[in-house]
């Protein structure tokens, strides 16, 4: 199978073939990613084919039909560029260059590929695949770039939709600011509603279409501003129309509209790629990610003693021991905790005195003896900096434990409702005290979480969560006034009611956020299935009775036993998390994700990964006799992984089937090694780290077979799939419309029918074959 054709910054196919797009073009979304996914096989299909001195005519049909169906598939791929071309006249030019390229390598492939009728197709007097490789190489990169310079003009597209959208919103809004009236209000908020639903599908359409994670969460926080302040605004300007010369009521609409205003900007921001006044956009620094790269460089040094300098090491060190200044300063950080950050911030500097020492001495002399104290040395570092990070993880999380728990009861919203409604100016004056004191409390808990959220998803959960609280306090005071001022209004009163429930909902939401960042601090990754399958009382206890655990890290960095064999677990714990990624990277790219296989190959590998974590001293893995278990179920699940091979085997070709199978037995026997090395018993700390040696490099070596399996099966499914490589059929509907053209009654919405998704379906209808 070949590689993932796309990245960030262009699209590339196996370096085998010599094919790569265009540098310039970024693939930003998933959907033009992944359109051209089928078409890059199809072509490394074709380049790759075995140059055998005898070639049979199956062989040569089989090539002369992949010809065929790369230029009949582009063809129609054309037809439909061309229209989007026709509808869209500001990209007709460029949109018209690259279908015309388009067509141009796709008949040429046709043509060099046109053997099956050739006796002699190696013969000089007619240019074909055999003897013109390189213009076969030349026209498929002509191609693939072609393609996907149509796919990202196409999403152009999409991104003049949304601004379109987002100018009609707030074309609307500004009427709404004007109004006077309450009829002529209504019949402008409808057409608003109506506007915000149309925004509301296309951005969540991108949204979920997003590549970027951190783009998709930024676009998430600003989708969930604009649909909490839809209602706010329709409230909050209703209270204004009814008291006009209320200056609380003013200032409450006004807030809204801003922050409506500053949501819609930013979502343009990330669908344009783009930042006002050519700003370039700093990422949140936390600790998590200060200590992750730090710990990184240093581990490194194992593998290059050159590759960055000590006062690069320093430099990030202090940059992390600031950051915990927003901990050791806060007046809301317990004294306990505090003593114990400053405490390791103090080791942690010293730990590294002691490394850059070793490592400068290293440097100059090799030697055995200052390699395995370079080690001691890394081991002690990396060992400090993941208690610092356990310490304000602790600190940030009990924090928002005690806040979020003794908020729940609402008891100073209560109060503003109540004393609003009496008009007791003097009693609300005091609970908006009280709740501006609430929202420093809750501010503060969200900057010192942002700190231990793990993820950069998470960091931008952490700061829209802390702008909400900063802009929806002032606007529940603004409004408690308000009421106080008219106590006898029903809109006044709803509208505090709106606020108060958009506060009460974010407090919510950190609840769920606060579980998000312990699940990524304890090793459960994100959207990842995780398999803990830990020991529970009562359950697995027979080799458990006779085992005390064994804390593997602490125990080694405390009194510097078994440095040796501690390093070469912390080196094979790296290789089984490259592997993780390799796996992961495998399983994305089947179509169906709940193929039995894709299934099994995920849990194993969200397995490992918990065991790589384990090597790191961090991870849900506490002891080794929790690693133990998790290999034991480990093996487990690669059993049943190769039982679903066997009966995959049954579906492939004959020619195939030796292989899958020989593969699954290797499986079977590699599982059962490892299951008998977990389920032994062993007494001592030598024992027990022989042990945990041997269980990571079976695991290790499952992990090995399911990165050559995964892409083997992958490729045995698409070719069974496409049979004797018969393309099939485009729907009819859609050529009419081509045919058609503009003339054609089309909907508003014309992307729907000529935009990604009919450029999508044509490409994939490129079906992968393989020549024998």
């Not at 009496?422 to 809750?442: D, F, I, P, R």
């Not at 697995?540 to 006779?546: D, M, Q, V």
Request: charge should be negative.
């Amino acid at each position: 199978m070949a590689t993932s054709p796309c990245s960030s910054s262009g699209v590339s196919s196996s370096s085998s073939s010599g094919l790569a797009a265009d540098a310039g073009l970024e693939i930003r979304t998933r959907s033009v990613e992944q359109t051209l996914v089928p078409l890059v096989s199809q072509i490394t299909t074709l380049i790759n084919h075995k140059d055998k001195p005898k070639r049979s005519d199956k062989t040569l049909q089989a090539i002369q039909r992949v010809g065929q169906a790369v230029n009949l598939a582009v063809g129609r791929f054309v037809t439909v560029g061309e229209a989007i071309a026709n509808e869209n006249h500001e990209l007709k030019e460029e949109m018209s260059v690259a279908c015309i390229e388009a067509r141009r390598a796709g008949e040429t492939i046709a043509q060099l590929t046109d053997v099956a009728s050739l006796d002699h197709p190696e013969s000089d007097s007619h240019i074909t695949i055999f003897t013109d490789k390189t213009g076969v190489v030349k026209a498929a990169r002509l191609l693939l770039s072609s393609v996907t310079k149509v796919l990202v003009l196409a999403d152009r597209i999409v991104i003049k939709q949304i601004i379109t959208s987002r100018n009609k919103v707030l074309a609307t809004m500004e009427q709404l600011e004007k109004v006077s009236s309450f009829q002529e209000f209504v019949q402008i908020f409808s057409q608003f509603g109506n506007e915000m639903v149309e925004f509301a599908h296309l951005t969540g359409d991108r949204q979920n279409d997003l590549k970027d994670e951190k783009k998709k969460a930024r676009m998430a926080a600003s989708r969930a501003v604009l649909e909490k302040c839809t209602m706010m605004l329709l409230t909050a300007s209703k209270t204004c129309l009814r008291h006009p010369d209320c200056e609380s009521a003013r200032i409450n609409k006004d807030g809204v509209f801003h922050r409506m205003r500053l949501a819609l900007e930013q979502v343009i921001e990330i669908v344009t790629d783009s930042r006002p006044n050519g700003e370039n956009e700093m990422p949140p620094i936390s600790i998590y990610s200060g200590i992750t790269e730090f710990k990184n460089k240093v581990e490194g040094l194992r593998e290059n003693l050159y590759f960055l300098s000590k006062e690069n090491l320093s430099t990030m060190l202090e940059v992390i021991l600031e950051h915990t200044e927003d901990f050791t300063d806060s007046a809301y950080t317990s004294h306990e905790h505090r003593e114990h950050i400053l405490e390791l911030s103090k080791q942690a500097k010293m730990e590294l005195e002691q490394l850059v020492s070793v490592w400068m001495q290293a440097q100059n002399q090799k030697t055995k003896d200052l390699m395995e104290d370079l080690e001691v040395a890394i081991l002690k570092t990396c060992q400090c900096m993941n208690e610092l990070k356990r310490e304000v993880h602790s600190a940030a999380t009990s924090l928002a434990a005690d806040l979020l728990k003794y908020h729940t009861d609402h008891m100073v919203l209560k109060a503003l409702k109540i004393t609003g409604v009496e008009g007791n100016l003097e009693a609300v004056a005091e609970y908006t005290c009280k709740l501006s004191e609430q929202k420093e409390q809750l501010v503060e808990m969200c900057r010192l979480l942002r700190h231990v959220s793990g993820t950069e998803p998470l960091e931008i959960t952490c700061i829209h969560a802390e702008d909400t609280f900063q802009v929806t306090g002032p606007q529940i005071i603004s409004a408690a006034e308000t009421l106080a001022l008219h106590p006898s209004s029903k809109i006044a009163k709803e509208n505090l009611e709106v606020f108060c429930e958009a506060w009460e909902s974010q407090l919510s939401d950190m609840s769920v956020l606060l579980r998000e960042i312990n699940d990524v601090f304890e090793g459960r990754r994100g959207e990842k299935r995780v398999y803990l399958s830990l020991p529970r009382p009562g359950k697995h206890n027979a080799n458990l009775k006779a085992l005390k655990p064994v804390k593997l890290d602490t125990e080694c960095h405390k009194y510097g036993y078994h440095l040796k064999e501690q390093a070469k677990i912390a080196k094979l714990g790296l290789e089984l998390h490259l592997l993780t990624s390799d796996v992961d990277s495998e399983t994305e790219k089947w179509e169906d994700q709940e193929n039995e296989i894709v299934q099994h190959g995920q849990g194993m590998s969200s397995m490992a990964y918990s065991m790589y974590l384990f090597t790191r001293g961090e991870g849900l893995l506490k002891t080794t006799q929790d690693l133990f278990h998790q290999a034991e179920i480990f093996a487990t699940e690669g059993t049943k992984l190769a039982a679903a091979l066997q009966a995959f085997s049954d579906q492939v070709h004959n020619d195939d089937k030796p292989l899958l199978l020989l593969e699954a037995e290797k499986l079977i026997a590699t599982c059962k090694q490892l299951q008998i090395t977990a389920k032994a018993s062993v007494q001592g700390k030598s024992a027990t780290f022989t042990k945990v040696d041997a269980c990571i490099l079976k695991t290790r070596n499952v992990m090995t077979l399911l990165c050559q399996l995964l892409p083997l099966c992958c490729k045995l499914l698409r070719k069974n799939k496409a049979g004797n490589g018969c393309l099939k059929p485009a729907p009819p509907w859609r050529e009419d419309r081509i045919r058609t053209g503009t003339k054609a009654h089309a909907p508003e919405r014309r992307t729907e029918t000529f935009g990604i998704k009919s450029l999508e379906h044509h490409v994939t209808n490129m079906t992968f074959l393989e020549s024998k």
